[in-house]
Nanobody, 128 residues
Protein backbone atom coordinates (compact mmCIF):
# COMPACT_ATOMS: atom_id res chain seq x y z
CA UNK A 1 0.00 0.00 0.00
CA UNK A 2 1.37 3.37 -1.01
CA UNK A 3 1.37 5.95 1.76
CA UNK A 4 2.49 9.57 1.95
CA UNK A 5 3.09 11.34 5.23
CA UNK A 6 3.60 15.10 5.28
CA UNK A 7 5.05 17.28 7.96
CA UNK A 8 6.42 20.74 8.51
CA UNK A 9 3.41 23.00 8.29
CA UNK A 10 3.41 25.95 10.67
CA UNK A 11 2.50 29.55 11.33
CA UNK A 12 5.20 31.83 9.94
CA UNK A 13 5.58 35.56 9.40
CA UNK A 14 5.64 37.07 5.94
CA UNK A 15 9.13 36.95 4.49
CA UNK A 16 9.97 33.83 6.43
CA UNK A 17 10.89 30.34 5.26
CA UNK A 18 9.52 26.89 5.82
CA UNK A 19 10.36 23.37 4.67
CA UNK A 20 7.68 20.76 4.18
CA UNK A 21 8.51 17.05 4.05
CA UNK A 22 6.71 14.20 2.34
CA UNK A 23 7.83 10.66 3.10
CA UNK A 24 6.67 8.08 0.59
CA UNK A 25 6.38 4.35 1.20
CA UNK A 26 4.92 1.41 -0.66
CA UNK A 27 6.38 1.75 -4.13
CA UNK A 28 8.21 -1.53 -4.61
CA UNK A 29 9.35 -1.12 -8.21
CA UNK A 30 9.43 1.38 -11.05
CA UNK A 31 9.75 5.12 -11.03
CA UNK A 32 7.32 7.57 -9.55
CA UNK A 33 6.82 11.28 -9.23
CA UNK A 34 5.78 13.41 -6.28
CA UNK A 35 3.80 16.57 -6.71
CA UNK A 36 3.10 19.37 -4.30
CA UNK A 37 -0.29 21.06 -4.29
CA UNK A 38 -2.06 23.58 -2.15
CA UNK A 39 -5.63 24.56 -1.41
CA UNK A 40 -6.69 27.80 0.20
CA UNK A 41 -10.14 28.20 1.80
CA UNK A 42 -12.80 28.58 -0.86
CA UNK A 43 -10.39 27.90 -3.70
CA UNK A 44 -9.59 24.96 -5.90
CA UNK A 45 -6.55 22.80 -5.29
CA UNK A 46 -3.66 24.08 -7.40
CA UNK A 47 -0.34 22.63 -8.39
CA UNK A 48 2.90 24.04 -7.05
CA UNK A 49 5.41 21.71 -8.66
CA UNK A 50 6.60 18.14 -8.95
CA UNK A 51 9.74 16.03 -9.06
CA UNK A 52 10.59 12.69 -10.64
CA UNK A 53 12.20 10.35 -8.18
CA UNK A 54 14.97 8.73 -10.22
CA UNK A 55 16.23 11.68 -12.27
CA UNK A 56 15.08 14.35 -9.82
CA UNK A 57 13.74 16.49 -12.66
CA UNK A 58 11.61 19.29 -11.29
CA UNK A 59 8.73 21.19 -12.82
CA UNK A 60 6.93 24.20 -11.40
CA UNK A 61 3.56 25.70 -12.07
CA UNK A 62 3.44 28.62 -14.49
CA UNK A 63 0.25 29.94 -12.98
CA UNK A 64 1.17 29.83 -9.31
CA UNK A 65 3.54 32.59 -8.29
CA UNK A 66 6.15 30.43 -6.60
CA UNK A 67 8.97 30.45 -9.10
CA UNK A 68 12.15 31.65 -7.50
CA UNK A 69 10.70 31.25 -4.02
CA UNK A 70 9.82 27.55 -3.78
CA UNK A 71 12.16 24.66 -4.51
CA UNK A 72 11.42 20.94 -4.60
CA UNK A 73 14.14 18.43 -3.79
CA UNK A 74 14.38 14.75 -2.97
CA UNK A 75 16.40 12.52 -0.70
CA UNK A 76 16.02 9.08 -2.21
CA UNK A 77 17.92 7.47 0.65
CA UNK A 78 14.91 7.95 2.90
CA UNK A 79 12.21 8.36 0.24
CA UNK A 80 11.48 11.92 1.27
CA UNK A 81 10.59 14.85 -0.95
CA UNK A 82 10.91 18.39 0.32
CA UNK A 83 9.21 21.66 -0.53
CA UNK A 84 11.45 24.54 0.48
CA UNK A 85 9.53 27.80 0.69
CA UNK A 86 11.27 31.17 0.97
CA UNK A 87 9.99 34.75 1.03
CA UNK A 88 6.58 33.54 2.12
CA UNK A 89 3.59 35.78 1.52
CA UNK A 90 0.15 35.82 3.17
CA UNK A 91 -1.33 34.55 -0.10
CA UNK A 92 0.73 31.37 0.31
CA UNK A 93 -1.54 30.43 3.22
CA UNK A 94 -3.15 27.09 2.41
CA UNK A 95 -3.23 23.40 3.20
CA UNK A 96 -0.33 21.85 1.34
CA UNK A 97 -0.56 18.32 0.01
CA UNK A 98 1.92 15.97 -1.55
CA UNK A 99 0.81 13.31 -3.98
CA UNK A 100 2.45 10.50 -5.92
CA UNK A 101 1.92 8.66 -9.17
CA UNK A 102 3.77 6.01 -11.13
CA UNK A 103 5.50 7.37 -14.20
CA UNK A 104 6.95 5.78 -17.33
CA UNK A 105 8.57 8.89 -18.74
CA UNK A 106 10.98 11.23 -17.04
CA UNK A 107 8.50 14.00 -16.42
CA UNK A 108 5.58 14.77 -14.17
CA UNK A 109 2.40 16.84 -14.34
CA UNK A 110 1.72 19.84 -12.13
CA UNK A 111 -2.00 19.22 -12.03
CA UNK A 112 -3.77 17.10 -9.42
CA UNK A 113 -5.82 14.84 -11.70
CA UNK A 114 -3.19 12.22 -12.62
CA UNK A 115 -2.03 11.61 -9.05
CA UNK A 116 -3.33 8.45 -7.42
CA UNK A 117 -1.94 8.70 -3.92
CA UNK A 118 -2.29 11.64 -1.54
CA UNK A 119 -1.01 12.71 1.82
CA UNK A 120 -3.22 14.07 4.57
CA UNK A 121 -2.19 17.70 4.09
CA UNK A 122 -0.35 20.12 6.32
CA UNK A 123 -1.42 23.66 7.18
CA UNK A 124 0.81 26.60 6.28
CA UNK A 125 -0.28 29.98 7.58
CA UNK A 126 1.63 33.13 6.71
CA UNK A 127 0.85 36.17 8.83
CA UNK A 128 1.33 39.71 7.56
Amino acid sequence: EVQLVESGGALVQAGGSLRLSCTVSGFTSGDYAVGWFRQAPGKEREGVGCITREAANTYYSDSVSVKGRFTISTNNADNTVYLHMDSLKPEDTAVYYCAAERIWADSCPVIPGPYDYWGQGTQVTVSS
